[in-house]
């Protein structure tokens, strides 16, 4: 059982910058993969960014790559997910995930993560 709680949420003017924090509880926090997912009003969540166990392996969307960065500590149980140069279409609900695992993978597929936040609200705006 691991249980995932954001924060870092807020509101940000266009091309500043935030960092979101997802702690965790559990002492197996090194068995899983972590992944940030987001959802705008409207719209389905989507995968933003997945790092593997013990962090050797990142995985980036395409529209966050070079803008959004991921990292871990696992001393302190708790995954990262450093955001620059924001633009409002980041406005969204940012949800961080757990999905247990012996493999160096960090996966895309939201069901293939046992575990959810109840989320953050990040909002991008003038």
């Known amino acids: 059982q691991l249980q995932v709680v954001e924060s870092g949420g807020g509101l940000v003017h266009p091309g500043g910058s935030l960092r979101l924090s997802c702690a965790a509880s559990g002492r197996t926090f090194s068995s899983y993969a972590m992944g940030w997912f987001r959802q705008a009003p409207g719209k389905g969540r989507e995968f933003v960014a997945a790092?593997?166990?013990?962090?050797?392996?990142?995985r980036y969307t395409d529209f966050v790559k070079g803008r959004f960065t991921i990292s871990r500590d696992n001393a302190k149980n708790t995954v990262y997910l450093q955001m620059r140069s924001l633009k409002p279409e980041d406005t969204a609900i940012y949800y961080c995930?757990?999905?247990?695992?012996?493999?160096?993978?960090?996966?895309?597929?939201?069901?293939?993560?046992?575990?959810w936040g109840q989320g953050t609200q990040v909002t991008v705006s003038s």
């Open positions: 790092i593997s166990p013990r962090g050797g392996t990142t």
């Open positions: 995930a757990a999905d247990y695992t012996v493999l160096p993978i960090a996966t895309m597929i939201p069901m293939e993560y046992d575990y």
